[in-house]
């Protein structure tokens, strides 16, 4: 069984949609979770951290639910530069774990 | 401040050749990670250096792959011979001190073997 899945899409919003994606771990002492936003053909760059509160930034939410081993994100008001994959990552037994990614297509 | 550099961006082999990629972290990073990544699906670790100690490296294929961080800085990541399913983009990152959440890649090199 995989660390992390996720489910690949692809995701086709438009303009204006909210979309969420969400991220299943399967080690229960995971430490640390994240989201990395990859563009096509560039290398991932760190999007946000997940905390156990749950944390925002502008048009951005993430969540995290340490019962059901998943963490969230929320993209609202999607803009077309929002499109590109997005990775889910998370820290367990000292090693840094990515899912597949999810693909995002926003549509104008 | 310069970022994570890699080179070569690309490379063509034919399958038995050698192939050689370099990395240099950004200044002060003492982790360095090299990472594969395949069309599809996320970077998968293929070892971890603390400083010049390679403190993870059980996804390494050892029998074809080699790598070295010899002065704790920049690194270089070796495969001989290269095999068809040797085709991806291999990705160096850095962190600051162990696993700090922010990973800072290079572009990455592509690599496809024929």
């Known amino acids: 069984r995989k660390e992390v899945e996720q489910d690949p899409g692809p995701f086709n919003v438009p303009e204006g949609a909210t979309v969420a994606f969400n991220c299943t771990y399967s080690n229960s002492a995971s430490q640390s979770f994240f989201w990395y936003r990859q563009d096509c053909r560039k290398e991932p760059k760190l999007l946000m951290s997940v905390y156990s509160s749950g944390n925002e930034d502008g048009r951005f939410t993430a969540q995290l639910n340490r019962a059901s081993q998943y963490i969230s994100l929320l993209i609202r008001d999607s803009k077309l530069s929002d499109s590109a994959t997005y990775l889910c990552?998370?820290?367990?037994?000292?090693?840094?774990?990515f899912g597949t990614g999810t693909s995002l297509t926003v549509i104008p | 401040e310069a970022g994570v550099v890699q080179s070569p961006r690309y490379k063509i082999i034919e399958k038995k050749q050698p192939v050689a990629f370099w990395c240099n972290p950004i200044s002060g990073h003492n982790t360095l990670y090299w990472y594969l990544q395949n069309l599809g699906q996320g970077p998968e670790l293929l070892i971890r250096?603390?400083?010049?100690?390679?403190?993870?490296d059980s996804q390494l294929p050892k029998d074809r792959f080699s790598a070295e961080r010899l002065k704790g800085v920049d690194s270089t990541l070796k495969i001989q011979p290269a095999e068809l399913g040797d085709s991806a983009v291999y990705l160096c990152?850095?962190?600051?001190?162990?696993?700090?959440?922010?990973?800072?890649f290079g572009e990455g090199s592509r690599l496809t073997v024929l």
């Open positions: 250096y603390e400083n010049e100690e390679a403190v993870d």
């Open positions: 990552a998370v820290i367990a037994g000292n090693q840094f774990y």
């Open positions: 990152a850095s962190s600051s001190t162990g696993y700090t959440g922010e990973l800072f």
